[in-house]
C-alpha cells in the first residue's frame, strides 16, 4: 500500500539482520531519499540498476568497522497516505536534538531539514533518520 514505508522496512529490517546490501525497485522519490542518505552519510554506496522492463535501487549499508553497529539506528515513517504531516519553517523538526535528519518533500524537491531551513521552505515530513 505504501511504497515509500516499504523501501524504510526494508532497509531497517537488513540493518538489523546485518546484511551489506538491499534491493528495491526505484522510484523518483526513493532514489532522491537514496542520495540524502547517502549525502549525510547513513549507507556506504548506492547503485541505480536499470532492466528491460524495470529500475532497481541497491544500497550498500554502512556499519563501524570495529563494533559493526549499524549507521542507521533507527528510520520510521512519519507521514503516510492516510495521515500527511506538513510542517511549516517555523515548526521543522530536530531529529534527536540535531543528531538524526528529517526528510521532507518540498516545493523544492525532496530534502533535509536542514537544507529546508536554509531555503526557508516547508512540507510534507517523509521520515525521520537517526
Same mark, same amino acid.
Given at each position: 500500500?505504501?511504497? $515509500? ?11 538489523? /539482520?546485518?546484511? %551489506?546490501v =538491499?534491493?528495491?525497485? /526505484?522510484?523518483n522519490?526513493?532514489? &532522491?531519499i537514496?542520495?540524502?542518505?547517502f549525502?549525510k552519510?547513513?549507507?556506504? &554506496?548506492?547503485?541505480? +540498476?536499470? &532492466?528491460?522492463k524495470?529500475?532497481? $535501487?541497491k ?8 563494533t559493526?553497529?549499524p549507521?542507521i #539506528? !533507527?528510520?520510521? #515513517?512519519? @507521514?503516510?497516505?492516510?495521515r500527511?504531516?506538513?510542517v !511549516? +519553517?517555523?515548526?521543522?523538526?530536530? +531529529? %534527536?536534538?540535531?543528531? !538524526?535528519? /528529517?526528510i521532507l @518533500?518540498? @516545493?523544492?524537491? +525532496?530534502? @533535509?531539514d536542514?537544507? /529546508? #531551513?536554509?531555503?526557508? =521552505?516547508g512540507?510534507?515530513v ?5
Open positions: 500500500m505504501d511504497p $515509500i514505508a516499504n523501501f524504510l522496512t526494508k532497509i531497517r529490517n537488513a540493518m538489523k /539482520a546485518g546484511h %551489506l =538491499v534491493e528495491d525497485e /526505484a522510484s522519490l526513493k532514489k &532522491n537514496t542520495k540524502i542518505l549525502d552519510g547513513y549507507i556506504a &554506496n548506492y547503485k541505480f +540498476v536499470k &532492466n528491460d524495470e529500475e532497481k $535501487i544500497i550498500a549499508l554502512k556499519y563501524h568497522p570495529v559493526k553497529i549507521a #539506528r !533507527g528510520i520510521d #515513517r512519519v @507521514s503516510t497516505p492516510g500527511r504531516v506538513y !511549516g +519553517v517555523d515548526e521543522m523538526p530536530r +531529529v %534527536l536534538n540535531g543528531l !538524526g535528519i /528529517a @518533500s518540498t @516545493s523544492k524537491g +525532496v530534502m @533535509s536542514k537544507m /529546508a #531551513r536554509e531555503l526557508n =521552505v512540507g510534507e517523509l521520515c525521520y533518520v537517526y
